[in-house]
């Protein structure tokens, strides 16, 4: 199975966000134990790297995108697939470029804390606790 890993997931898990990071860590496990196959979006790495130099220190910052890179593959994006996000009818542009990178990427799901952000979506958005329940058999 292969899913596109929202920035929110990254975030909690890099940050041990609470409540959050309980299932979002158990998402990253599962990528990180190759039962997942776990892609994110490009544009992820900027916006992480920015906001853990923000709240920690750039060394730290620099080590979760090497982490990142060592563990995920990264979906990239061309004029075809932005045009593709902006084609979509969803509120949220940003939330659109996963959408059409997952569909890039042939994901099966994508995994985020904002499901309804994805009802437009051609890939399934799910939260990191139904997907823990579902195919991690954690209740």
């Known amino acids: 199975m292969k899913v596109m890993i929202d920035l929110n997931i990254l975030?909690?898990?890099?940050?041990?966000?609470?409540?959050?990071?309980?299932?979002?860590?158990?998402?990253?496990?599962e990528v990180l134990k190759r039962n997942v196959y776990g892609v994110t979006a490009c544009h992820a790495i900027t916006v992480i790297h920015y906001i853990i130099s923000k709240y920690a220190t750039k060394q730290i910052a620099n080590e979760k995108i090497d982490w990142l890179l060592?563990?995920?593959?990264?979906?990239?994006?061309?004029?075809?697939?932005?045009?593709?996000?902006?084609?979509?009818?969803?509120?949220?542009?940003?939330?659109?470029?996963?959408?059409?990178?997952?569909?890039e990427a042939n994901c099966d799901y994508i995994i985020s804390r904002n499901v309804s952000d994805f009802c437009e979506s051609q890939i399934?958005?799910?939260?990191?606790?139904?997907?823990?329940?579902?195919?991690?058999?954690?209740?």
Do not use: W
């Open 11 to 29: 975030l909690d898990y890099f940050q041990k966000r609470l409540p959050f990071y309980h299932f979002s860590s158990i998402v990253i496990s």
């Open 70 to 103: 060592e563990n995920m593959d990264i979906i990239s994006g061309n004029k075809e697939l932005y045009k593709r996000a902006r084609n979509l009818n969803m509120n949220d542009f940003e939330d659109a470029i996963v959408s059409a990178f997952a569909e």
């Open 124 to 139: 399934q958005a799910i939260t990191p606790e139904d997907f823990a329940i579902k195919y991690v058999n954690i209740k």
